[in-house]
């Protein structure tokens, strides 16, 4: 069965730094992209940024709200892609999703995200 | 950057048909995916490239994509379909490439 697991969610301090991992079962995880969602309370999906996979670089991207803060990383021995989140503010509290990418195309761009992990919350707070 | 607009909400009775629309300036060039989510639960994909049915997704669900306006067309609609809807696109020309819409609730009555 293709799955995907995240944790290590939590409650953090803001200023504060976490590391989330995605474990994969399932498929060959080096021969995809793999990238992180969250989404706040209540609210719609946002994209936090993606890794390609080592045949395409391994190159990463981020959204503007969280570039130079948080780091995408994998191990593809380990089938684990990492979310490093660093300087942890109160908006970054949400459920953060890991999903995978196949990429038909060098920039990945245009392709859908088919398998999504459960998800796991983090709380920013004092 | 780009924007997707979807109507917050759309409502219909069991066994109707739903459409939920995705709108962009000259959406039909892009290709777009859209996913469900029900309450409590990890989004699912339920089709990509404008009209394409990912395994397990019931024929119900199409998808069509032409000028500003993208569709997702649920038919017989069943009480289980009652989730949010959420299309995406890719951006190319923009420093954030990757576009969700807001979000469409969808009511079973």
């Known amino acids: 069965e293709v799955q995907l697991v995240e944790s290590g969610g939590g409650l953090v301090q803001p200023g504060r730094s976490l590391r989330l991992s995605c474990t994969a079962s399932g498929f060959t995880f080096g021969d995809y992209a793999m990238s992180w969602f969250r989404q706040a309370p209540g609210k719609g999906l946002e994209w936090v940024g993606f890794?390609?996979?080592?045949?395409?670089?391994?190159?990463?991207e981020y959204a503007a709200s969280v570039k130079g803060r948080f780091t995408i990383s994998r191990d593809d021995s380990k089938s684990i892609a990492y979310l490093q989140m660093n300087s942890l503010k109160t908006e970054d509290t949400a459920v953060y999703y890991c999903t995978r990418l196949y990429c038909s195309s060098t920039s990945c761009y245009g392709d859908a995200f088919d398998i999504w992990g459960q998800g796991t919350m983090v709380t920013v707070s004092s | 950057s780009y924007v997707l607009t979807q109507p917050p909400s759309v409502s219909v009775a069991p066994g109707k048909t739903a459409r939920i629309t995705c709108g962009g300036n000259n959406i039909g060039s892009k290709s777009v995916h859209w996913y469900q989510q029900k309450p409590g639960q990890a989004p699912v994909l339920v089709i990509y490239y404008d009209s394409d049915r990912p395994s397990g997704i019931p024929e119900r669900f199409s998808g069509s994509n032409s000028g500003n306006t993208a569709t997702l067309t649920i038919s017989r609609v069943e009480a289980g379909d009652e989730a949010d809807y959420y299309c995406?696109?890719?951006?190319?020309?923009?420093?954030?490439?990757?576009?969700f819409g807001g979000g469409t609730k969808l009511t079973v009555l």
């Open positions: 995406q696109v890719w951006d190319s020309s923009s420093d954030h490439p990757l576009v």
């Open positions: 890794i390609r996979s080592k045949a395409y670089g391994g190159t990463t």
